[in-house]
């Protein structure tokens, strides 16, 4: 156990970060070979939202120019490869942390703040974060780093503009964690 700022930090091991990026890469590899297509996951969400819409109002969905390239003439949103691969990562995720002894219904947080807001603040940054993964057409996945992987000048200016996003914001940010 290690101490930052005075307080004890968790032993829980992780995996090394390069090791995690040269199989995440191969995974990109994997997916382009057997799918012929690279990662993604909002649009997993979009599917699911298309799904649930037409569920709650068929009318609406059928009649709107968004939702209607989605749905009719015998299509399933939820059956698009979008929906498996990330069902595979809720899976893959939920065993990792089974098999490492992570697995605890808790939210992790600073003692200067609460469940509640961190809570608060998470959904806000994920619904911020879907907004932006819609006008940017692809999440960090689909944009950033399988654009990145076909050489996409889009996705090298994606990955900037979410590290640097990410640099810019962080002071503001930082005491909610640290």
Not at 80 to 96: A, D, N, R
Not at 97 to 119: C, D, M, Q, W, Y
Request: net charge positive; proline share 2%; charged share 15%.
């Amino acid at each position: 156990d290690g101490f930052i700022k005075g307080k004890k930090m968790s032993s829980t091991k992780y995996m090394n970060p390069y090791l995690a990026g040269i199989l995440l890469g191969l995974v990109l590899v994997a997916a382009f070979y057997f799918t012929g297509r690279g990662l993604g996951a909002s649009g997993a969400v979009k599917s699911v939202v298309v799904s649930v819409v037409d569920v709650v109002a068929p009318d609406h969905a059928n009649n709107s120019g968004f939702y209607s390239k989605y749905i009719g003439d015998g299509k399933n949103p939820l059956k698009t490869w979008l929906v498996f691969e990330v069902l595979g990562v809720l899976v893959g995720g939920f065993l990792s942390g089974a098999f490492a002894g992570r697995l605890k219904l808790k939210v992790e947080h600073h003692p200067n703040i609460t469940s509640k807001k961190r809570l608060i603040l998470a959904g806000i940054g994920g619904v911020l974060f879907g907004y932006g993964s819609q006008l940017g057409r692809g999440c960090t996945s689909g944009s950033a780093l399988t654009g990145m992987a076909v050489l996409s000048v889009a996705g090298f200016v994606s990955m900037m503009a979410i590290f640097g996003t990410a640099f810019a914001f962080a002071y503001f940010f930082r005491r909610n964690w640290i």
